[in-house]
């Protein structure tokens, strides 16, 4: 098993730019999400999904958008990026409520000049 | 904020002492979580205790928590320089599918 795999692993954006971050787990789980993490802080939930074909707003949803149209990826998008983006993304994976852990990414490190 | 609360914020020890972190929450739970993160790395879950649990252990790691007072205590015994890190606790509200995550505490084990 990968686990949960993140692509791409670093990129860098000009304010405007649009990109997609791809998350793929292997281990048959129901719920993805989308983290983000600041220098200094723990992570802040941008976007859930309970299932595939579902997605619901976590803390910080402005400005991006997700798909789940596969149980084993989910992807998260900025249509237009801007220097508040500037972060580490990371995805999670739980195999359902019950089972509580969750397993994650190595993350994507974004940087928007 | 949702957001539990750790402290302390950083926590500089020699090898072979007691490294003990302290985490709040705010709300009622299902569980508490403990998370690992190496410099530049995903988080690797550490253990978990469920709100009707009063103390876990696994291996050097011991976790309390005391849902009166609605805060957990994570404490790694006789530490190693491999132990540093930056330590997050996180929690499961009741009747969520959300993980809210504390700020961390980043632990330095010094050789």
């Known amino acids: 098993n990968a686990g949960v795999t993140q692509t791409p692993k670093f990129r860098v954006l000009k304010t405007g730019q649009s990109m997609t971050l791809l998350c793929a787990q292997d281990?048959?789980?129901?719920?993805m999400y989308w983290y983000r993490q600041d220098p200094g802080m723990g992570l802040r939930l941008i976007h859930y999904?309970?299932?595939?074909?579902?997605?619901a707003k976590g803390e910080v949803p402005d400005g991006y958008n997700v798909s789940r149209l596969k149980k084993q990826n989910f992807l998260l998008g900025l249509e237009s990026a801007a220097p508040s983006q500037t972060s580490v993304y990371f995805c999670?994976?739980?195999?359902?409520?019950?089972?509580?852990?969750?397993?994650f990414g190595p993350g994507t490190r974004l940087t928007v000049l | 904020s949702q957001q539990g609360e750790e402290d302390p914020q950083a926590l500089s020890i020699q090898e072979g002492e007691n490294a003990t972190m302290n985490c709040s929450y705010k709300?009622?739970?299902?569980?508490l979580q403990w998370y690992r993160q190496n410099s530049g790395r995903g988080l690797v879950h550490l253990i978990l205790i469920r709100s009707n649990e009063r103390e876990k252990h696994s291996g050097r790691l011991r976790v309390t928590l005391d849902t009166s007072k609605k805060s957990s205590s994570l404490l790694i015994t006789a530490s190693r320089a491999a132990d540093t890190a930056s330590y997050f606790c996180a929690f499961q509200n009741t009747g969520g599918f959300k993980t809210i995550f504390g700020a961390g505490t980043r632990l330095f084990v010094k050789a």
């Open positions: 999670a994976s739980i195999r359902a409520a019950a089972t509580d852990t969750q397993y």
């Open positions: 281990m048959n789980h129901e719920y």
């Open positions: 999904s309970v299932g595939e074909g579902t997605t």
């Open positions: 709300t009622s739970i299902n569980n």
